[in-house]
């Protein structure tokens, strides 16, 4: 089973941090509309949401996990549910890379896997590098077009 890259634990933790960030200022400016606490609450409440926030971003990097099986491409991940996905060649779409201008600075990129169906019919593998992001997307592209006329199930 083939990992993600470890800057994507960056991404994740900085997603935390603004998320923190914003929680404590939106506390602050209730507290100070609506009631005298003590500024420790909100900048409390910041802190254990970052806290929080980081310990998932570190154990979510640990379960990430995807390979590419001898008739579709498994994945799992997740750390509150732990959710294996298996997404047969056959039914593969088309794939693209995307690269957001945080993963562009960080070196990073995801591979979204469009598949056929209507619930779910995306699956996307991030934190990887450029370079491996296109290595995958065309050997999932030539997997794909050689299961063609097999059965998806």
């Known amino acids: 089973m083939e990992s993600l890259n470890p800057r994507i634990r960056v991404l994740w933790i900085a997603q935390a941090a603004l998320g923190a960030i914003v929680l404590g200022v939106v506390l602050a400016g209730v507290d100070g ?40 491409l498994y994945l799992e991940r997740g750390v509150i549910t732990f959710v294996e996905t298996s997404v047969p060649f056959v ?48 050997t999932l592209r030539d997997l794909a077009v050689e299961s063609e006329g097999g059965d998806a199930v």
Do not use: C, M
């Open 91 to 138: 039914r593969v779409q088309h794939v693209d890379t995307r690269f957001g201008p945080i993963e562009r600075a960080l070196g990073l990129s995801s591979v979204v896997v469009y598949t056929a169906g209507s619930r779910n019919a995306d699956v996307r593998i991030p934190g990887l590098t450029p370079d491996r992001a296109r290595k995958l997307q065309d």
């Open 33 to 72: 509309q609506l009631y005298s606490l003590p500024i420790a609450l909100p900048l409390g409440a910041g802190a254990l949401v970052l806290l929080l926030g980081v310990t998932y971003a570190v154990r979510l990097y640990q379960k990430w996990r995807f390979e590419l099986q001898e008739d579709s």
